[in-house]
T-cell receptor
Framework: AQSVTQLDSQVPVFEEAPVELRCNYS??????LFWYVQYPNQGLQLLLK??????LVKGINGFEAEFNKSQTSFHLRKPSVHISDTAEYFC??????????FGPGTRLSVLP | KAGVTQTPRYLIKTRGQQVTLSCSPI?????VSWYQQTPGQGLQFLFE???????NKGNFPGRFSGRQFSNSRSEMNVSTLELGDSALYLC????????????FGSGTRLTVV
């Protein structure tokens, strides 16, 4: 069965600093990878997704992620964060069998 | 294009009552999935419906049930509510069963008192 690991449950970072949120998945078969963001009392919003092609994927709000097949990772990065980026971030993976699995989430806190 | 609509947005119920939550997916989406989100357990998968058939089910007791109608709208029902059922219930829809990702609604915040 698929599993997704987000090693950091909480990441505090100062405003305008860079950030990386880590995501690793277990599957060795072809997968599709996603990052979602959840603001307080909201549903999940898709930030970006990797389906095929270039391993560097750009998303909304200045976020990007890099698919690394050999390390089974899909880390999310932003070069300069804003207070408004404070939210919970979820990594997810789906496979050809249409199993869709979320990671446990990483709470990003941007400090002034 | 309208997004995923969940109603009601907030709900307060008493222990022992039952509740029905509604989800209208994006037009053309045939797959609807439900998730329960709590601070302690995170996002937990409840079930997935595709073309009116339950295709996958999470590890929840039988008090949790759902259905999908021919227009792809979905409802989930929780009977004999317990305090621990207080949570944000999220619905998500997809055209293809989730393989290419889901679009989420804003959720229904259920509080059981």
């Amino acid at each position: 069965a698929q599993s997704v690991t987000q090693l950091d449950s909480q990441v505090p970072v100062f405003e305008e600093a860079p950030v990386e949120l880590r995501c690793n998945y277990s599957s060795s078969v072809s997968v599709y990878l996603f990052w979602y963001v959840q603001y307080p009392n909201q549903g999940l919003q898709l930030l970006l997704k990797y389906l095929s092609g270039s391993t560097l994927v750009k998303g909304i709000n200045g976020f990007e992620a890099e698919f690394n097949k050999s390390q089974t990772s899909f880390h999310l990065r932003k070069p300069s964060v804003h207070i408004s980026d404070t939210a919970e971030y979820f990594c997810a993976v789906s496979d050809q069998s249409q199993n869709f699995v979320f990671g446990p989430g990483t709470r990003l806190s941007v400090l002034p | 294009k309208a997004g995923v609509t969940q109603t009601p947005r907030y709900l307060i119920k008493t222990r022992g009552q039952q509740v029905t939550l509604s989800c209208s997916p994006i037009s053309g989406h045939r797959s609807v999935s439900w998730y329960q989100q709590t601070p302690g357990q995170g996002l937990q998968f409840l079930f997935e419906y595709f073309s009116e058939t339950q295709r996958n089910k999470g590890n929840f007791p039988g008090r949790f049930s759902g259905r999908q109608f021919s227009n792809s709208r979905s409802e989930m029902n929780v009977s004999t509510l317990e305090l621990g059922d207080s949570a944000l219930y999220l619905c998500a829809s997809s055209p293809d069963g989730g393989r290419l990702g889901y679009t989420f609604g804003s959720g229904t915040r259920l509080t059981v008192v």
